[in-house]
């Protein structure tokens, strides 16, 4: 930038922050004019001073200027984006945005996100969808992120897709009920007509449905020739225990999003309702991750004695009795666990493990169970 140049761009940021755009403008006109090759922050000056003069058209020339003369100028290109997005051209803004995005180094979701809302009103669903696909494997996830998307592909029709990104959605943010309904109308359109209500069910107990909306599940309920259900839905209240199956899916939602106390209350409730093998063994395996060994060895005993046919609970008894140095219990576990294939090798070598520990102890003269 020549000193002439500063010069005159000073002046006009000064009359700018002294309100006297008018000023301003007759100076960055002459500039323009004069110049062949304008620089960077005169085009941005101008053209920020044209948009909030709501002149949009100038704006764009200018700005348009600009970008053929630094294309890889992030905020030019921003700028540009915006401008085309109030003039209503959404398919050039959600290219500018996309490529504003990848001039910077740090990551721009906000701005991703804006050129994929572009291209959404463009009717362009694809492209919207493809644009905020990365945002959905982030850490933290933003719903509208997920509306976004999800709206994309039920406009193509691409209802698996659409379903699979709610579920991943809501396994991280579970008490998003407006989700929860999006998700029982995907499942309405596949014909999956018990999963709609299952998935409505859980919408109803985050916030209380409409009346229109309890006669709409309890239609359903009476279409899936679930008469109860459908009685329940009309009375108006969700604080009831929900079913079993509606339990188990909050429960694995609130176990994916962290919230163990909730995930196993949910477990309680289904089994109070219908003990099962398979809930007693989840129920066993969160309490053996989180140590709390005596609830554990309760809900895996029950596991057994209801059938578990896949042979988790026995080895998972072993070794928390392993663990407690229990060696007796933990051989009698192991050797229940070698009749299940899965878990047989590693249930052997435990057995192994305990007999030579036993065999050391004795040649040793020291007690077994010693530390």
Not at 253 to 263: E, F, S, V
Not at 268 to 284: F, H, N, V
Request: proline share 4%; aromatic share 10%; net charge positive.
């Amino acid at each position: 930038m020549t000193e002439q140049t500063r010069s005159k761009l000073q002046k006009a940021y000064s009359c700018i922050k002294n309100n006297q755009p008018e000023c301003a403008r007759t100076i960055l006109s002459r500039y323009m004019e004069n110049s062949t090759r304008p620089h960077p922050f005169g085009i941005l000056l101008y053209g920020s001073l044209l948009m909030e003069q709501n002149q949009l058209q100038e704006a764009a020339q200018i700005l348009e200027r600009g970008y053929a003369d630094f294309p890889q100028c992030r905020q030019i290109v921003h700028n540009l984006a915006v401008v085309r997005y109030e003039q209503k051209e959404f398919t050039k803004a959600g290219e500018l945005f996309l490529k504003s995005c990848l001039l910077t180094k740090k990551p721009a979701h906000n701005t991703r996100y804006q050129a994929a809302t572009c291209f959404f009103q463009a009717k362009k669903y694809a492209q919207a969808y493809d644009v905020t696909k990365p945002l959905l494997g982030l850490k933290t996830v933003k719903p509208d992120w997920v509306r976004l998307a999800a709206h994309s592909l039920i406009l193509l029709k691409r209802w698996p897709e659409a379903e699979r990104t709610l579920i991943h959605f809501l396994r991280r943010s579970p008490t998003e009920h407006a989700y929860w309904k999006l998700l029982a109308n995907i499942r309405m359109q596949r014909k999956h007509y018990k999963k709609a209500a299952a998935a409505l069910e859980i919408a109803y107990r985050i916030a209380q449905p409409t009346a229109l909306e309890r006669r709409t599940l309890s239609q359903l309920y009476l279409y899936i020739n679930a008469p109860l259900l459908a009685a329940h839905a009309l009375e108006g209240s969700f604080t009831h225990t929900p079913s079993p199956k509606v339990c188990d899916q909050l429960a694995q939602a609130y176990l994916t999003a962290g919230r163990t106390k909730q995930a196993l209350d949910m477990l309680d409730k289904a089994m109070a309702l219908e003990k099962t093998p398979e809930r007693s063994l989840i129920k066993g395996r969160i309490l053996y991750a989180k140590r709390r060994y005596p609830e554990a060895i309760a809900a895996l005993r029950q596991a057994v004695q209801l059938n578990d046919k896949t042979g988790l609970a026995n080895y998972l008894l072993g070794m928390i009795f392993w663990e407690q140095k229990q060696w007796d219990e933990a051989r009698h576990w192991f050797q229940s666990a070698e009749k299940f294939k899965h878990h047989a090798r590693h249930a052997t070598r435990a057995i192994n493990a305990i007999n030579a520990m036993e065999e050391s102890s004795r040649q040793s003269n020291l007690p077994f169970d010693a530390s």
